[in-house]
């Protein structure tokens, strides 16, 4: 049996989807100790993992990313992925590395993980000579040929001329505009006493990882020809289940309605008025029922007729009712959304959502709204264009069915087994 060091960022979107793989490492019987957020530590302790509390200045479980980063407010794009990547990311390694070593006192790991948000771990584990793999909760960011660089938004394309632009881009991106970043996170590797990567680090970390545990499957991801060999699909986010869930009073009327549109705000950039607040305006007067997620005590009190709403449902309980997701492309969501064969309305261009947009409208499963706020006429028509053209949900299905050939959490314990083996001998 062997013991894990996972660490992830302290906000939902990443640490949900990893509780089914934790849960299952556990039960197989190995070892796990979780760095992360403290408003995780119930939850963490309850599954029967060690808890770490991330360092405090950059806890996102306890203060809103956005107030926590005020400057990610006045970004996006690729502005705001190299705030991410510079301060966000980057800038805690030192202390994310010292509440390493001082877990590895007394718990010598054997395998080390992390999500997209952190270096640290994975560095750590290059200079003891462990095995590390990467969980990706975000979209595939491998920089490739057949793809513009992460961040952008754009569409993949293979051709002579598709090549050339991404290859122009690549270098534009990662060489030049991220400069500042490649030496920042080499100053960070030599000071861990490692040696500098060569070329741009945006291109070269990926491939110093032994595994890359991409949450997905190919039916919703951009077809790469160069992909290498250690990134594994491992099929769609898994919500935990939620014990006793009492659903609200009006869930009846999920019924009652020939269309069920569900308006989703989010876990990162929660202004309501960028996308659920122009959902309900847009959606007031037609013929299908609203519901509203997450909605709070001012929002609820003016809700039009057509609308219900609630601070937190969960998915697994209410997707089998919906018919089109209006979402700010957060991709678990995204992909609790396809699993159930749901077409989708995006609005969104921060953080991570535009690469999510852009594969929802790339699919064929979707409407690309390519703004963080749309107006409510936009999410109208787009809805409405959803709901009377089966291409979408024929295309939503399809993926449903790539989906449903994965257990992420099965297929995640599997690949890091053998890692651990392949270490081994």
């Known amino acids: ?33 979780w760095i992360t957020g403290r408003a995780y530590q119930a939850h963490v302790e309850e599954l029967g993992a060690r808890f770490a ?62 999500d997209n948000a952190v270096f640290a771990p994975f560095f750590k584990a290059e200079k003891l000579g462990r095995p590390r793999a990467m969980i990706a909760v975000l979209p595939c960011g491998l920089p490739s040929r057949d793809v513009a660089p992460f961040g952008l938004g754009f569409s993949p394309s293979s051709s002579m001329f598709g090549r050339l632009r991404n290859r122009l881009l690549t270098t534009l991106v990662y060489s030049f505009l991220l400069r500042d970043f490649n030496r920042a996170a080499n100053e960070v590797r030599c000071t861990l006493g490692l040696a500098p990567l060569q070329g741009p680090f945006l291109v070269d970390a990926w491939h110093t990882l032994d595994l890359i545990l991409q949450f997905g499957t ?12 250690h990134v594994r699909f491992i099929g769609p986010v898994q919500p935990p289940p939620v014990a006793d869930y009492q659903p609200p009073n009006w869930w ?98 921060t953080d991570d959502k535009m690469e999510v947009a852009a594969r929802v409208s790339w699919s064929g499963a979707g409407i690309n709204l390519r703004k963080k706020r749309p107006s409510a006429t936009a999410v109208r028509a787009a809805v409405r264009e959803v709901l009377v053209d089966p291409a979408y949900r024929a295309s939503a299905q399809h993926i449903a069915q790539d989906f449903a050939r994965y257990d992420a959490s099965l297929r995640a314990a599997d690949l890091l087994e053998e890692l651990l083996n392949a270490y081994k001998t």
């Open 53 to 114: 509390p991330i360092p405090r200045r950059i806890d996102t479980s306890i203060k809103e990313t956005y107030d926590l980063f005020p400057k990610l407010r006045e970004l996006q794009g690729l502005a705001q992925t190299r705030y991410y990547l510079r301060r966000v990311f980057l800038g805690p390694c030192l202390e994310e590395t010292a509440v390493i070593n001082d877990l590895l006192a007394d718990y010598p790991a054997d395998c080390f993980l992390g």
């Open 218 to 229: 190919p039916a919703f991801e951009y077809p790469r020809s160069d992909l290498p060999d």
């Open 1 to 33: 049996m062997a013991r894990f060091l996972l660490m992830s960022a302290p906000v939902p979107g990443h640490y949900l989807p990893l509780q089914p793989i934790v849960r299952e490492l556990l039960g197989r019987g190995h070892e796990l100790a």
């Open 252 to 349: 009846p009327d999920l019924d009652r309605y020939a269309h069920v549109v569900l308006v989703n705000q989010g876990t990162v950039s929660m202004d309501t008025a960028d996308l659920l607040l122009p959902a309900l305006e847009g959606l007031r007067e037609e013929e299908l029922l609203v519901i509203a997620v997450p909605l709070g005590p001012e929002q609820a009190a003016v809700l039009p007729p057509n609308a219900r709403g609630a601070p937190f449902i969960p998915f697994a309980e209410l997707l089998p009712h919906v018919d089109v997701m209006v979402t700010n492309g957060g991709y678990g969501g995204t992909q609790l959304a396809l699993a159930h064969g749901i077409p989708l309305v995006v609005a969104g261009n």
